[in-house]
Each structure stands twice: as C-alpha cells, then as structure tokens.
C-alpha cells in the first residue's frame, strides 16, 4: 500500500557529503516515525537516524554530529544529509516509515540506494 522510493546514493571521497531523500506513495492518515537504516557487506542491518512525527531524533553513535534527518510529515517524505563521511559509512541505505494508511498499520522500507565512500 506504500511504496519508498530512495534517492541520492553514489560514490564519494571520504570527508565529502551527500544527501539522501525518500519520498514515499500512498494515502496515509498516520505517521508515526520516518528513519534511515543502512547495512554494510557481512553486517546487519543497523539504525542510523529516526525522526517521530513530533519532531524527535535519534541517531547512531557513530554517525552523531555528522548526518542529520529531516523530514515533512505533509509531504511524507524524509531526508539524510551526510557530513563528513568516512569509509565505514559505505552501506546500503534504506529508508522506513511506520504509520496508519486507508485504517491499516503500515511499516514500508524502500529499495535501498548504494553509498560507498572511497579515496
């Protein structure tokens, strides 16, 4: 019932940004929380940054500081801006949203978009 379509991945020298966004398909009544998750080769998938509907975050130890979440409960979608990136921030990226759509609890992820992060 909801599709996440990701955006913004591709290569980049360490030290460089780049910006994900995630805009998602559907008629949602409820959003309850927006967030990014990423998995590296031979890892499990991971939480790098959440935003509620009421405007609180959360992030990865590991990338506090550096990435930030934004995201537009109207428009339904949601957005990385990633600082300063290292090698270990090479992952797949995918977004998630949780929420109610046409009276149904929903959790969706998108299809995820490749970052890789190298000199």
């Known amino acids: 019932q909801v599709q996440l379509v990701e955006s913004g991945g591709g290569l980049v020298q360490p030290g460089g940004s780049l910006r994900l966004s995630c805009v998602a398909s559907?008629?949602?009544?409820?959003?309850?929380?927006m967030g990014w998750y990423r998995q590296a080769p031979g890892k499990q998938r991971e939480l790098v940054a959440t935003?509620?509907?009421?405007?609180?975050?959360n992030y990865a130890d590991s990338v506090k500081g550096r990435f930030t979440i934004s995201g537009d409960n109207a428009k339904i979608t949601v957005a990385l801006q990633m600082n300063s990136l290292r090698p270990e921030d090479t992952a797949v990226y995918f977004c998630?949203?949780?929420?109610?759509?046409?009276?149904?609890?929903?959790?969706?992820w998108g299809q995820g978009t490749r970052i890789t992060v190298s000199s």
């Open positions: 998630n949203m949780r929420g109610v759509v046409l009276g149904t609890a929903f959790s969706s």
């Open positions: 559907g008629r949602i009544s409820v959003l309850d929380i």
């Open positions: 935003m509620s509907s009421n405007g609180i975050t």
